[in-house]
C-alpha cells in the first residue's frame, strides 16, 4: 500500500471558532479558503479542483448542503465534490484532498471543511436524535452524551482509571488554547473544577466537554512539482488510513477504539512508520471529550492499552513533554465545529512543523505529526500523518 | 500511469416500491452479486468501499453509520460521497491511480419509496434565504429551464416528447426497468402540463434499487476477469449553486465535466469515437440539451438527431438504450451507476435482448437534480489502449 506521487500541504487558513449568527456557511469557508490561498501565495485561478468536508445538513436544514456551499468553498466551475464520514470528517477531507493530487489527476486541490451549528436551533444536539437507529434507538430519545458516557464508563472500568486522571486532560488543552487565536474557550483552570463542574449524563461532566461552535478551515494542496515552486517548506502528507465499525455498536466493547487503530495502521504503513511512540514527534488526536483523548492515543498505537492516563500525569503529553498531545488546545480549548474542527488539527500540525505555531510551537524541531478525528456512532477513525 | 477497469457490476433492479425489504438488504443483495460477478471476497480483497447517498433521502443524519455491514465492510476501510454514485466512481478511480489501491467497491441505491414528502426535502436543497421561502413544487426550475433551452435552440415539445417515446420503449427490453411502455408522442403531448412546458410524461418516476460496482486496478482486473472494462476517463464540475446566475439554455457543468473525462480519455470527436451514451433523462429535454453539451452534435441539433431515429438503439448514436431514467425509474444518487452498468453490459455483450452489436467505447453521464448545477461523466472502453 504505497503511493506514487507525494503530496504537499502549502498553505492553510482558519477562521474563529465561535458562535457566529451573522455569517453564512459560504461566508466562513469563503473567509477559511481565501485565508489558505493568501498563505500560500495562490489565487483560485490556481486551484484545480476542491474538495469540502461538513457534517450533517440537519445543522443548517439544508439538503446536499455540499452544493449549497460549493461557491463559498471556490470550487465555482472546477471538479468539487463532498466527503462525509460524521465527525471523522474533518481529517478525512485532508485525506480526499491527498488522493485527488496523489492520483496525478490534479496539481493542486483546496479541501476545506465547513461547520455552522448555531442555527441549529434551540441546540445541534436535537440534530443528533436522528443520527439513530429508528427502530432500536431513536424512541429511547437519546442524545450523544449518554452514549459517549457508557463509552466512558467502559473505559474508566477496564483499566481502573480515576476522573482526576481524565480531567488533567481538560486541564491541559483549555490551557493550551490560551495561545490559540481561533480558541472559542480558553482557560486555566484546575481538575477541581473540572470535578465541580455541572454532572450531564454520570461520569460526564459540563468541563470534561467541548463546545459546539462555527467556523471553518482550509489547507492548499499540492504535487511535489508544484509545491517545489510555490513554497521552500511544504509539509508532506506520507499517509492517509480510514476504517469503520459496525453499526450496532451495542455489540461492540468500548473500552477500546480498533477502528482508530485500523485506520492508524493504514496510515503508518504507507507513511513506513513502525513505531510511532518514538517516529512522531507531536500529535493531535480528537478531543470532543477528555476521555476521547486518551482513547485515542491509545488508538493511535502511541501507547499500550490504558498506559494513556499514566502519560498524562507525568506531562508527557504537555506541550513542552516527551510526546506533546493536542498543543493546539483540541477541541475542548479551540472549539468544535464539528468538521471544521478535524480540519484545525491538520492545520496545527502543518504549522506545527513548519515552525510557524507561535507561541503554541512544540520545541526540538517537529519532523513527523499525526492528525486523528472519529466520527459516527463511535465507529469511525481517520488519520493522517505529516511530515516537513 | 496506473489504469482502472471494472470487474463487477450487481444489481437488485429498479421498481416503484419494494416494501418487502430494507435499504440494508437491497445493499446486501446487489452486493453481494457485484462480488459473485468479480470473484472477490469483501472481508479480504476490498481496499476501500465507498457508499454514494445524502443524509435528506435517507432520513438520517450521518448516514455513513448505517452502511458497512452488509457489504462486509466491518472494520475495514469505508467511507461516503456525498454526491451521485459515478461521483464515486470517479473516486475509486483516483484511488486506484494512486497506487496504494487495488480494488475499490462503489455502492449506491435508493429508498425513494420511503419518502412520503419528496418536493419537500427537494426543496430543502433551495437556497433558504432567497428560494425556497418562493415556495412550490422545487421542479418549476426544470420548467423555466426547459423553457429557456426551447427558446434558445428552437426545439420543440414534440422532439422532447420523441425521447421519452424512444426510453419507455428501450426499457421493454430491459428486466431492470420499472416504466418500460409503448406510447406515442401524442400520449406525451396529451399528458396532463405539471411545470410548464414539462408534462407528466416528460418527468422520470422515482424508483427503489441498489447498485454495487467493483473497480480494480490493471494488473488485478487481469487476474480478475476476460471483460475489464476500462475506464479511459472521468469527469465532473458544479456551476454556480445560485439559480439567478447560471446558464438556463445550457449545461455548462457538463460540457466542462466532459472536457476533463475526454482529455484523459484523448477523445477529440465524440460522435465518432463513441459507439453508444447513457446520459442524463430525469427530464426529457435534458436529454437533448446533454447531448449538446457532450458534444455529440451542434446546439439545437440534438431534438432532429432524435426525431431522425439517429439516437434509437438501432441508430447510428444509441442514446439511453437501457430506457434510461424515463424507463427505467430515477433512482436518486443510484442513476450514474445504473447508467454505468448498462454501458458496462453493453461493452461486455451481455444486454441480451437489447445489445447492440460491435460497441467498444460508451459514455455515461449524470446530473444531480434540481436544484444543482453539479454532474459527472465516465467514459469506458473494452480497449486497454
Known amino acids: 500500500m504505497f503511493a506514487k506521487k507525494r503530496v504537499a500541504v502549502v498553505g492553510a487558513g482558519l477562521t474563529l471558532f465561535r458562535r457566529n449568527l451573522k455569517q453564512t456557511g459560504r461566508e466562513l469557508a469563503y473567509e477559511a479558503t481565501r485565508m489558505a490561498l493568501d498563505s500560500a501565495g495562490l489565487t483560485v485561478k490556481d486551484i484545480d479542483c476542491v474538495t469540502l468536508g461538513t457534517a450533517p445538513d440537519a445543522f443548517d436544514g439544508i439538503h446536499m448542503k455540499g452544493e449549497n456551499l460549493l461557491d463559498g468553498a471556490g470550487a465555482w466551475r472546477k471538479p468539487y465534490s463532498r466527503v462525509f464520514v460524521g465527525g471523522g470528517t474533518g481529517v478525512f477531507t485532508a485525506n480526499s484532498g491527498w488522493w485527488h493530487v496523489a492520483s496525478g489527476l490534479f496539481d493542486t486541490c483546496l479541501v476545506v471543511a465547513e461547520e455552522k451549528m448555531s442555527s441549529c436551533f434551540p441546540h445541534p444536539q436535537y440534530a443528533f436524535t436522528t443520527i439513530f437507529d429508528p427502530i432500536m434507538s431513536r424512541p429511547l430519545g437519546m442524545n450523544l452524551v449518554w452514549i459517549f458516557a457508557i463509552e466512558m464508563h467502559r473505559y474508566m472500568h477496564v483499566h481502573g482509571i480515576k476522573k482526576e486522571q481524565i480531567a488533567l486532560v481538560s486541564v491541559k488543552n483549555k490551557g493550551n488554547a490560551m495561545d490559540h487565536p481561533c480558541a472559542q474557550l480558553p482557560a486555566k483552570i484546575t481538575v477541581e473544577d473540572v470535578l465541580n463542574s455541572e454532572v450531564m449524563v454520570w461520569p460526564v461532566q459540563r468541563l470534561d466537554i467541548s463546545p459546539t461552535s462555527d467556523g471553518a478551515a482550509a489547507l492548499v494542496l499540492a504535487s511535489e512539482d508544484v509545491a517545489k515552486k510555490v513554497t521552500d517548506d511544504p509539509v508532506w502528507i506520507d499517509g492517509v488510513g480510514w476504517c469503520i465499525d459496525s453499526t450496532y455498536w451495542t455489540n461492540r466493547d468500548l473500552y477500546f477504539p480498533k477502528y482508530v487503530e485500523c485506520a492508524a495502521r493504514m496510515a503508518y504503513k504507507m507513511a513506513g512508520i513502525k513505531n510511532p511512540p518514538k517516529e512522531i514527534d507531536v500529535a493531535e488526536p480528537y478531543d470532543p471529550f477528555d476521555y476521547k483523548e486518551l482513547h485515542h492515543m491509545e488508538g493511535l498505537l502511541l501507547c499500550k492499552k490504558g498506559e494513556a492516563p499514566k502519560l498524562t500525569e507525568e506531562g508527557v503529553t504537555q506541550r513542552d513533554g516527551d510526546l506533546p498531545i493536542n498543543p493546539s488546545g483540541g477541541l475542548l480549548g479551540v472549539g468544535n465545529p464539528i468538521a471544521a474542527a478535524g480540519l484545525m488539527k491538520v492545520c496545527e500540525i502543518f504549522w506545527q512543523l513548519r515552525g510557524e505555531a507561535g507561541k503554541r510551537q512544540v520545541p526540538n524541531d517537529p519532523r513527523t505529526g499525526v492528525a486523528q478525528a472519529w466520527g459516527d456512532l463511535m465507529q469511525y477513525g481517520s488519520v493522517i500523518v505529516m511530515r516537513s | ?385
Open chain 2, 1 to 385: 500511469m496506473r489504469e482502472a477497469a471494472i470487474v463487477g457490476v450487481g444489481c437488485t433492479g429498479f421498481r416503484s416500491t419494494m416494501p418487502e425489504v430494507s435499504y440494508k438488504e437491497l445493499m446486501f443483495e446487489a452486493a453481494t452479486r457485484a462480488y459473485e460477478d468479480a470473484g472477490v471476497d469483501p472481508r479480504r480483497d476490498i481496499d476501500s468501499f465507498i457508499c454514494c447517498s445524502e443524509d435528506y433521502w435517507e432520513g438520517f443524519s450521518i448516514f455513513d453509520e448505517f452502511v458497512p455491514d452488509q457489504l462486509g465492510a466491518v472494520l475495514r476501510h469505508l467511507f461516503t460521497v456525498s454526491a451521485d454514485g459515478l461521483y464515486g466512481l470517479a473516486t475509486a478511480y483516483m484511488l486506484i491511480r494512486t497506487g496504494a489501491f487495488d480494488v475499490v467497491a462503489i455502492e449506491a441505491h435508493s429508498k425513494a419509496s420511503d419518502i412520503l414528502t419528496y418536493a419537500d426535502i427537494v426543496a430543502f436543497a433551495m437556497d433558504p434565504i432567497f428560494n425556497r421561502p418562493l415556495g412550490g413544487h422545487p421542479f418549476y426550475v426544470a420548467g423555466l429551464e426547459m423553457n429557456r433551452y426551447l427558446h434558445e435552440t428552437e426545439t420543440t415539445k414534440e422532439m422532447c416528447a420523441h425521447v421519452v417515446v424512444k426510453n419507455k420503449k428501450n426499457a421493454l427490453n430491459n428486466p431492470y426497468a420499472a416504466y418500460g411502455a409503448n406510447i406515442t408522442v401524442d400520449d406525451v403531448l396529451a399528458s396532463e402540463t405539471l411545470f410548464y412546458p414539462l408534462k407528466r410524461l416528460d418527468i422520470s418516476p422515482l424508483v427503489d434499487g441498489c447498485i454495487v460496482t467493483i473497480l480494480a486496478s490493471d494488473t488485478v482486473a487481469r487476474k480478475l476477469t476476460d471483460t475489464p472494462v476500462w475506464i479511459k476517463g472521468v469527469g465532473w464540475n458544479s456551476d454556480t449553486p445560485w439559480l439567478e446566475t447560471r446558464d438556463w439554455g445550457r449545461a455548462t457543468h457538463v460540457e466542462l465535466a466532459a472536457r476533463m473525462a475526454y482529455k484523459t480519455a484523448r477523445i477529440r470527436n465524440p460522435r465518432k469515437e463513441i459507439c453508444l451514451a447513457e446520459i442524463d433523462d430525469i427530464f426529457s429535454y435534458k436529454e437533448l440539451e446533454n447531448l449538446e453539451a457532450l458534444g455529440f452534435c451542434g446546439r439545437g441539433e440534438a431534438g432532429k438527431l432524435t426525431e431522425e431515429g439517429i439516437t434509437d438503439r438501432d441508430g447510428d448514436l444509441p442514446v439511453n438504450p437501457s430506457g434510461g431514467l424515463l424507463g427505467v425509474g430515477y433512482s436518486l444518487e443510484t442513476s450514474g451507476l445504473q447508467k454505468l452498468l448498462e454501458i458496462v453490459l453493453q461493452l461486455r455483450g451481455e444486454a441480451g435482448e437489447r445489445q447492440i452489436p460491435n460497441v467498444g467505447t460508451g459514455l455515461a453521464q449524470v446530473w444531480r437534480g434540481i436544484p444543482t448545477a453539479s454532474g459527472a461523466v465516465a467514459v469506458l472502453s473494452t480497449n486497454y489502449r
